[in-house]
């Protein structure tokens, strides 16, 4: 059989679909997608401004239970100064790591969702992103 597959979205479990996107998009600088109306109540998309794959919040009154097995990977030029607007926005910082010759923070969004402030993996890509005042 002949077909085509691609990752579309990835998932982001949520408690409160609206501050989800208050955070996440600040977070991203995404832009909320509209979903189907019937699914509003439980879906919310977001476009990221550089990429084709969404980021999609789920609604969902499960607690969390362990760590997570995938995480976002947020890249910057300035990991202090990220991780103080990410907090601005309702983060929290979990775990500094210093390994590898890798200097990074865990941290975790408001529903506890883990996700790593590291440096500059691709500069070439960063250095076409907007600057975050």
């Known amino acids: 059989m002949s077909h085509r597959s691609r990752l579309c979205h990835f998932v982001i479990d949520v408690h409160d679909l609206d501050r989800g996107v208050a955070f996440w998009s600040g977070a991203l600088g995404a832009a909320e997608e509209p979903v189907n109306p019937g699914s509003r109540h439980v879906y919310r998309r977001l476009r990221l401004p550089d990429s084709d794959v969404r980021v999609l919040l789920q609604a969902t009154s499960d607690p969390k239970a362990a760590k997570e097995r995938m995480h976002l ?7 202090p100064a990220e991780v103080q607007r990410l907090e601005a926005l309702g983060a929290v910082r979990w775990d500094h790591q210093q390994e590898r010759g890798y200097d990074f923070w865990v941290l975790r969004d408001p529903f506890d969702n883990e996700f790593c402030v590291l440096q500059a993996e691709f500069p070439d890509q960063l250095a076409r992103r907007p600057v975050w005042d």
């Open 73 to 79: 990977d947020i890249e910057t030029d300035d990991v």
